[in-house]
Nanobody, 119 residues
Framework: QVQLVESGGGLVQPGGSLRLSCAAS????????MGWYRQAPGNGREWVAAIQSGGITNYADSVKGRFTISRDNAKNMVYLQMNSLKLADTAVYYC?????????????WGQGTQVTVSS
């Protein structure tokens, strides 16, 4: 059984910063890509950023230059540093990872953490 648990969400003013963390645990053999998605009220889930096991990163245009994704392979963790936050960044943020266990390879999701940008 694999679990992804996010933390670090909260309320922040426009222009502020937050750092999200996501910890993967369980019978993990290997973690491939890790990433972050978000879902604002009334919208579908939107991809935000991804990082490969070798460190290659990609970002949605809406967050490029403001958000930074990183990972610690030894700790099975992924982070999202969010700077210059805007009202439009308000959403539930979900961690995602492609993980190989003894039962095979699958896509896993965290439960989400709320980020609210408001003055």
């Amino acid at each position: 059984q694999v679990q992804l648990v996010e933390s670090g969400g909260g309320l922040v003013q426009p222009g502020g910063s937050l750092r999200l963390s996501c910890a993967a645990s369980g019978s993990i053999y290997h973690i491939y890509a890790m990433g972050w998605y978000r879902q604002a009220p009334g919208n579908g889930r939107e991809w935000v950023a991804a990082i490969q096991s070798g460190g290659i990163t990609n970002y949605a245009d809406s967050v490029k230059g403001r958000f930074t994704i990183s990972r610690d392979n030894a700790k099975n963790m992924v982070y999202l540093q969010m700077n210059s936050l805007k009202l439009a960044d308000t959403a539930v943020y979900y961690c995602n990872a492609t993980i190989t266990t003894t039962h095979g390879t699958g896509d896993y999701w965290g439960q989400g953490t709320q980020v609210t940008v408001s003055s």
